[in-house]
């Protein structure tokens, strides 16, 4: 069924970037995509950048609902919109907040972007199957959704920026070995020790996600036809998504459009 909407921003607040979309119009079936994306380092926002960026809604109030893994991050966004958009609203998300039900003891101990990730897969999922969720950020989580819809857990691994990193600062003589240039599959077989890293760093992150796509898979609640939904987010996972098979879907604003889905929902 078609609602109206009407105009909000949904804002990603990590701990690399804040990630915002602005959404507006009907969504009658699946996911809502974002008319535009702003992404913005962590540090305090840029006044000219957001504001720039959203010239062509003119000074029409507007509906912020902010989904954080980064308190102090949200936080310097949330002064910043006091400051220059103080006849705008805003929503934190917590846990509590979302058409999600959760199946864990504190559901409000587990990352707000893991949880807007399940409200929006639940979109895209058939009725009667689960989902597996991967968030491929600073952070890899790997999430499972229960065919009647439920947020049961899964898995967070070092992102493999921060393993490049710890790799680095562990060790005496290893480079540092940006993600960045990771975009393409590097070989297998690494031939010098940069070849070498960037071979471990790379397929031990898809191996590790493709082992727990499995594991989460056959502990599925009551079990389902076949394999589960995969869907991906995340900077890094586009390329992750194209070694995982034909379930494999990549959704690159996931996270913003569960954070849109819930406000649509939750609001009267």
């Known amino acids: ?69 980064n308190r102090p991050a949200a936080t310097r966004l949330i002064d910043w919109l006091g400051e220059h958009r103080r006849q705008d609203r805003i929503t934190l998300l917590a846990s509590g907040d979302l058409p999600l039900a959760v199946r864990l003891e504190r559901p409000d101990m587990v990352g707000i972007d893991r949880l807007v990730d399940a409200v929006a897969a639940n979109r895209l999922r058939a009725a009667e199957r689960a989902a597996v969720i991967v968030d491929v950020g600073t952070a890899i989580t790997v999430d499972l959704v229960s065919a009647e819809g439920a947020f049961c857990g899964g898995a ?17 003589l290893l480079p540092l070995i940006d993600a960045a240039e990771l975009s393409v599959p590097p070989a297998a077989v690494g031939t010098a020790t940069v070849p070498a890293l960037k071979s471990g760093l790379f397929w031990g992150a898809v191996g590790a996600v493709r082992q727990l796509i499995d594991e989460l898979g056959k502990a599925a609640p009551g079990g389902c036809d076949g394999r589960p939904y995969v ?38």
């Open 231 to 268: 869907f991906l987010t995340g900077g890094a996972a586009e390329g992750v998504a194209e070694l995982l098979g034909p379930e494999a879907r990549y959704v690159p604003n996931l996270t913003l459009a569960g954070i849109a889905l819930t406000a649509w929902e939750t609001t009267p």
């Open 156 to 172: 967070i691994l070092p992102g493999i920026q921060m393993s490049a990193r710890a790799l680095h600062e562990f060790t005496d």
């Open 1 to 69: 069924m078609s609602v109206p909407r009407s105009p909000l921003v949904a804002v990603d607040v990590g701990n690399a970037r804040i990630k915002l979309g602005l959404f507006h119009g009907d969504c009658a079936v699946g996911i809502p995509e974002p008319v535009r994306t702003l992404s913005l380092v962590d540090d305090a926002p840029e006044a000219d950048q957001i504001t720039t960026w959203l010239a062509d809604e003119g000074r029409q109030p507007l509906a912020w609902w902010i989904a954080s893994v």
